[in-house]
């Protein structure tokens, strides 16, 4: 959800439009790149650094979280398996 090329970094997914931080929460966000573009980071590390908590699904959007906000954020499972087929 925050793979800018996907998206062409639509900032929404970065919940840009929400005005009370306390309310921005990510679970299992995946970024779906190894890096980021240096022309993105600024917004990104902006945008990150407005959220309360944030957990990633893979280990280099810990590594880009960390990088863009200096901050250690968990990763956890993507939420399609978190439930079984029959669930």
Known sequence: MWNYPLTNFDTTYLLDFI???NKKVSYAASFGVKTIDDKYKETYAKLLSEFSSISVRESTGVSIVRELINKDVPMVADPVI?????E
Do not use: E, G, P, V
Not at 82 to 86: A, E, K, P
């Open 19 to 21: 005005t009370d931080n």
């Open 82 to 86: 978190l439930l079984t087929s029959d």
